[in-house]
């Protein structure tokens, strides 16, 4: 089955640094990966899409550049929250989407705590 | 961006009891899924229904979809503690070619021993 890594599983980072998380897709070329965000006991909220080679799309409300993402090749996205801030502090997943019988495939989320 | 509401928000139930929870989206879609959020934890893909089915069960989980309400419907039976999580609907409109999943509000399941 697909299987999509994500690291790391918690971060904590001061006010102002940047901090980079990494979404690979390990058994499968991921020709698009999507970043959400999800705050406690909430949904999770499209913040991107990314293809392979191109820029990301980001959703409305989303700061372009204050979460860059990048897919450089078919099997790793990242995301980098830069000149990070407490109300940055939340939950980041990532998910991939590959062969048709693959689906969409989630890693196992990123706790942000910025202090 | 949200595709809709889940009703309930939470639901607690006894062990063995049936869990039902329901889901309502806003534009036509392709397909619509389910998917179970352990407390901190990543997304697991639960069951997948396609726009031209109005059931479909996997295991315990029972699935409804009616296109003209723009509703479905997740039924857990013989629930067990182990079925204590969130549990989200999402709705994709080009499934798994580069379209976007959009997920409901999520119901946060409590099964009691």
């Known amino acids: 089955g697909a299987v999509v890594s994500q690291h790391p599983s918690r971060v904590i980072c001061k006010s102002g640094t940047s901090v980079k998380i990494e979404c690979r897709s390990l058994?499968?070329?991921?020709?698009?990966m999507f970043w959400y965000r999800q705050f406690p006991k909430k949904s999770l909220m499209l913040m991107a899409t990314s293809n392979e080679g191109s820029k990301a799309t980001y959703e409305q409300g989303v700061e372009k550049d204050k979460f860059l993402i990048n897919h450089a090749s078919l099997t790793l996205s990242t995301l980098t929250v830069t000149s990070a801030h407490p109300e940055d502090s939340s939950f980041y997943i990532c998910s991939a989407t590959g062969p048709l019988e693959y689906g969409y495939t989630f890693g196992s989320g990123t706790r942000l705590t910025v202090v | 961006s949200q595709q809709g509401e889940e009703d309930p928000q939470a639901l607690s139930i006894q062990e063995g009891e049936n869990a039902t929870m329901n889901c309502s989206y806003k534009?036509?879609?392709?397909?619509l899924q389910w998917y179970r959020q352990n407390s901190g934890r990543g997304l697991v893909h639960l069951i997948l229904?396609?726009?031209?089915?109005r059931e479909k069960h996997s295991g315990r989980l029972r699935v409804t979809l009616d296109t003209s309400k723009k509703s479905s419907s997740l039924l857990i039976t013989a629930s067990r503690a182990a079925d204590t999580a969130s549990y989200f609907c999402?709705?994709?409109?080009?499934?798994?070619?580069?379209?976007?999943?959009?997920f409901g509000q999520g119901t946060e399941l409590s099964v009691k021993p």
């Open positions: 229904i396609r726009s031209n089915e």
């Open positions: 534009t036509s879609i392709n397909n």
């Open positions: 999402a709705t994709a409109l080009r499934y798994n070619q580069g379209g976007k999943l959009i």
């Open positions: 058994d499968f070329q991921a020709t698009t």
